[in-house]
């Protein structure tokens, strides 16, 4: 990986939610700041309502900023749809939302080695898609010793949906699908991805975001102390302001 | 003897019903479960397709293959417009549906003006009828049975429940069947979910426009005013499979593929139909009679008391 080409690039962008509670404020106000590649955590922390994830949906492309552009790998995306923003992986809060709950488990896991467009003749399953979604899991679960893991039984679940399973069993689903992406991603965007798991299943989604920052850079937008300890720079927004911007050793 | 002769009737005008509404209900899985949208759409682009089917038939002489195809077409278009209306206008799917129905529904009154009938002879079902009817003449005391035609549409049956199975399998067909759940997921793997729901409404109304041609040329005549309610029927024959899939054949271990369960929607909803025209039920009273059936049927009978009890406590 190359890791002195920029990632990310925020420039002086503002966010204004034209319904809602924000209506007087911007969400956003003139945020730059930037992420080289390889960068591996990036922690992007402030009190509720700061606008950390609404960062995070301004970088995905669920948001368009008022002012300002955003660049990634040096191309302008400020006016591109999400699908034109490649490279992007996203954990969300509520587990749920990384899936698609109107297929199983095993689609949702082969939709992510379908790699430069979705075919109409080609089946999405095949034998050798399940073979390499089976075999990262048993990767994760040898690798991490977590053989509690929902990992460790992939193969027993595959048929069943994401809404059959607990949170922190589809957090773990969820980034065993970015582990397997298609081209590999080298931004991924996870917000509060601990938050209201148990003890076990954090462990286990922490150690899949370490395996994932190894890959990636990944920005985290948490109040997850042994999260944050992780990072190697932390972002603070206060109000929709960048009021710091550090490096941890 | 009578009694069997009656129930060979009754059993095979229950199942051509039945096999002739598939196409259409078959739009159902792909609006309703894939793209989780009740199409109205369906109301207006069913009469359409019907309506300009018979206009190529007989106002401009064209062969029967190609105005099925054509109307297929424009059911197809009259999809896309919907879907347009959704993605492109935003505008809410329930009304995007009434207003293109509302569109379509007024251009097929232009088209045939209430009513048209098919030249005598010229549909799919012409030569199947007649050889129903030479068959049925060696048959006693009367009896009209259709093997024919009940052949021609177990076979289609069977080729769009395959074809629409097998689509829903490959890549592109699982992403329609995503679009509706999350967008978002489908977007970061550089999808263009937009372009997915737009076709996936227009397949949905191609089968509908399909339904609509092969409906018409089995009744022989299109006639506009029919076809205004075909979503509830085709939502609550739908609904009908489904739950009877979930509730009743899960105690026999038996599961059916959404596609499938639609036959069985279809046979439970037309049989309470058939047994109303049978034993001569008022005209006001069948669809009072579905309905009583259905929740009786449908309804989770288990723990009803206590369900009672606890609203009054």
Not at chain 1, 203 to 215: G, H, N
Request: aromatic share 8%; with cysteine.
């Amino acid at each position: 990986m190359n890791s002195s080409a920029e990632l990310l690039s925020f420039k002086n962008v503002s966010v204004r939610y034209t319904e809602g509670s924000f209506s007087d404020r911007n969400a956003l106000d003139d945020v730059t700041f930037s992420l080289m590649q390889g960068s591996g955590f990036v922690a992007l922390t402030g009190p509720n309502g700061s606008g950390k994830t609404t960062a995070l949906r301004v970088i995905s492309g669920q948001l368009r900023p008022i002012h300002g552009s955003v660049l990634l790998c040096g191309q302008d995306v400020t006016d591109e749809p999400s699908h034109k923003r490649h490279g992007l992986g996203c954990v969300f809060q509520r587990a749920i939302d990384g899936m698609c709950s109107s297929l199983t488990v095993e689609e949702n896991l082969c939709l992510m080695l379908v790699d430069g467009g979705p075919n109409l003749l080609r089946p999405l399953v095949t034998p050798f898609r399940k073979k390499r979604v089976l075999d990262r899991a048993r990767q994760i679960v040898s690798g991490e010793g977590r053989h509690t893991s929902l990992l460790a039984d992939l193969k027993g679940v595959l048929q069943r949906y994401p809404a059959e399973f607990s949170g922190g069993e589809t957090q773990q689903l969820c980034l065993l699908a970015l582990l397997l992406q298609e081209p590999p991603a080298n931004l991924v965007l996870a917000d509060e991805p601990t938050l209201n798991l148990d003890q076990v299943n954090r462990q286990i989604c922490i150690e899949m975001l370490v395996a994932l920052s190894r890959v990636a850079t990944v920005l985290l937008a948490t109040h997850d102390k042994e999260l944050i300890d992780l990072c190697g720079r932390i972002l603070r927004l206060e109000q929709g302001r960048l009021v710091r911007d550090s490096e941890t050793v | 003897m009578e009694f069997v002769f009656s129930s060979f009737t009754f059993a095979d005008n229950i199942l051509v019903q039945t096999l002739l509404a598939f196409p259409l209900l078959l739009s159902m899985v792909i609006s309703y479960r894939c793209l989780r949208v009740p199409d109205v759409t369906m109301d207006g682009s069913s009469v359409l397709a019907a309506s300009i089917c018979i206009v190529f038939m007989r106002k401009m002489g064209v062969d029967m293959p190609v105005a099925i195809l054509v109307a297929v077409a424009a059911g197809f278009l009259a999809g896309l417009i919907t879907g347009a209306m959704v993605v492109l206008l935003r505008i809410n799917s329930l009304l995007a549906g009434i207003l293109n129905a509302f569109i379509l529904y007024s251009l097929s009154l232009l088209l045939i003006n209430a009513s048209l009938d098919f030249e005598s002879g010229s549909t799919l079902f012409s030569w199947l009828k007649e050889q129903d009817l030479i068959f049925s003449q060696r048959l006693p005391n009367g009896l009209v049975i259709h093997p024919y035609v009940l052949s021609f549409l177990i076979i289609l049956a069977v080729a769009l429940k395959i074809s629409v199975d097998w689509f829903l399998r490959r890549e592109w067909g699982v992403v329609l069947r995503g679009a509706g759940s999350n967008e978002l997921v489908l977007q970061l793997r550089g999808i263009n979910t937009r372009k997915v729901r737009i076709l996936g409404f227009g397949i949905a109304n191609a089968l509908v426009g399909f339904g609509g041609t092969l409906i018409s040329m089995y009744d022989g005549s299109v006639q506009v005013m029919r076809w205004p309610g075909t979503i509830i029927f085709a939502l609550s024959v739908a609904i009908i499979g489904w739950e009877a899939a979930r509730h009743l054949l899960r105690k026999f271990k038996i599961s059916l593929t959404e596609s499938s369960a639609l036959i069985l929607g279809a046979l439970m909803y037309y049989f309470i139909v058939r047994a109303c025209y049978t034993f001569d039920v008022p005209t006001a009273l069948p669809r009072l009679f579905i309905a009583l059936y259905i929740l009786l049927v449908l309804a989770e009978k288990r723990d009803l008391w206590r369900r009672i009890r606890e609203l009054f406590c």
